[in-house]
């Protein structure tokens, strides 16, 4: 909301402000005259959910003591702010374990994403082989081709003009086709996509119904191995890390 100032409710937010950052640098400071700075292997900066504690507890300060300048450095650094909920994670095991375990899958999940891409351009450039320019079709089901896809007809209600439409998904280029696949992968309406696909008769050609009814298993495979396999494959090994990390 757009506060003006000298509003009760800016004045309260400010000053709040300043008191958890005051708070969170006495804890930073009781911590490292307790911990040791940095040398030793137990010291304060050693820990890395201490270091993200010192980074948003410095970053408030630096937006405190800079306030009233508009430069692009100092609001990179009000922004920084918005990072004081993950001071949780120093303070809560699980959550630690929670992060811990997704940087030490970081490895296992980057092959994992390189192989989703891969397989996304697979099927992406099947896809646009076989459907290309095929997604088409007439507003009037008795027409044949787009050359006849003119004038006006009557469909039992009123006169329409003929139009000649693509659909909203297609796979009439690489970068639409996999943004298509990507559609089919959430499972969102992913029929009907495949039944454009099997009504298709060819380019400028009006769709006909299961004309090539095979090609549905074109997308029962991918949602098969884009869907189902690698997205259990996934989440199964930031799990398996997870658990190993509690088994630590």
């Not at 270091?51 to 300060?61: M, Y």
Request: contains cysteine.
């Amino acid at each position: 909301p757009q506060l003006q100032e000298g509003d009760n409710l800016l004045t309260f937010l400010a000053t709040a402000d300043k008191v958890l950052t005051g708070i969170f640098g006495f804890e930073m400071l009781v911590k490292m005259i307790a911990m040791g700075f940095i040398l030793h292997p137990e010291a304060y900066l050693r820990q890395p959910a201490n270091v993200l504690d010192a980074f948003i507890v410095v970053s408030s300060v630096v937006s405190l003591l800079s306030d009233g300048t508009d430069l692009a450095v100092v609001r990179c650094f009000r922004l920084m702010r918005a990072l004081r909920p993950l001071r949780m994670i120093s303070r809560n095991s699980g959550m630690q374990v929670v992060v811990m375990s997704l940087a030490r899958a970081a490895p296992s999940v980057t092959y994992l994403i390189l192989f989703g891409i891969m397989l996304f351009f697979m099927f992406a450039i099947l896809g646009v082989q076989m459907f290309k320019g095929e997604f088409y079709r007439c507003n009037d089901d008795s027409v044949i081709d787009r050359e006849s896809c003119v004038g006006t007809f009557h469909d039992g209600h009123s006169v329409r003009e003929r139009v000649w439409s693509n659909a909203a998904f297609t796979f009439d280029d690489a970068g639409t086709a996999i943004i298509t696949l990507f559609v089919v992968a959430t499972m969102d309406n992913w029929t009907a996509i495949m039944y454009n696909a099997m009504d298709a008769t060819g380019v400028d050609q009006q769709p006909i119904e299961n004309n090539q009814w095979w090609v549905g298993g074109f997308f029962v495979l991918f949602v098969a191995l884009g869907g189902l396999v690698w997205l259990n494959i996934f989440v199964g090994v930031i799990i398996n890390t997870y658990s190993q990390l509690q088994a630590e």
